[in-house]
């Protein structure tokens, strides 16, 4: 029984760490030769209702490709309401590579 119960503890970690060597070989492959040379844009209208989700689905793409691919998050703002704007200041707040822009001073932020 306990040879079992191993046995399949092992294969858990086998296939874990093939699933990590995959996924080191594919962006291995697809690094780029500058860092932070990628801005995520993501667009809050004042109708979203999904503000949170959105943010921390770009927050976890950051750190699922890594900090050196993608330099930072910029939360577009096209008219978000108050209570999106505190969502966005408190990502703002809670990781250092999300920013908030309006679309005047969206070039800046770019550093174009």
Same mark, same amino acid.
């Given at each position: 029984? %306990? !040879?079992?119960?191993?046995?399949? =503890? *092992? %294969?858990?970690?086998?296939?874990?760490? #093939?699933?990590?060597? =995959?996924?080191?070989?594919?962006?291995?492959?697809? +690094?780029?030769?500058?860092? $932070?040379?990628? %801005?995520?844009? @993501?667009?809050? !209208?004042?109708?979203?209702?999904? @503000?949170?989700?959105?943010?921390?689905?770009?927050?976890?793409? @950051?750190?699922? &490709?890594? $900090?050196?691919?993608?330099? +930072? #998050?910029?939360? *577009?703002? &096209?008219?978000?309401?108050?209570?999106?704007?505190?969502?966005?200041?408190?990502?703002?707040?809670? !990781?250092?590579? %999300?920013? #908030?822009?309006?679309?005047?001073?969206?070039?800046?932020? #770019?550093?174009?």
């Amino acid at each position: 029984m %306990i !040879y079992i119960i191993l046995e399949i =503890i *092992l %294969i858990f970690f086998a296939a874990f760490g #093939i699933t990590e060597l =995959i996924r080191m070989l594919l962006f291995s492959g697809l +690094k780029c030769k500058e860092e $932070n040379s990628m %801005i995520l844009l @993501v667009p809050i !209208y004042k109708e979203c209702d999904d @503000v949170e989700i959105l943010l921390r689905n770009a927050a976890m793409r @950051v750190k699922w &490709l890594d $900090n050196n691919h993608i330099g +930072k #998050i910029i939360c *577009l703002d &096209l008219g978000m309401n108050e209570e999106n704007r505190k969502i966005c200041e408190t990502f703002c707040n809670d !990781y250092h590579f %999300i920013e #908030i822009a309006t679309t005047e001073n969206l070039n800046q932020e #770019i550093n174009l």
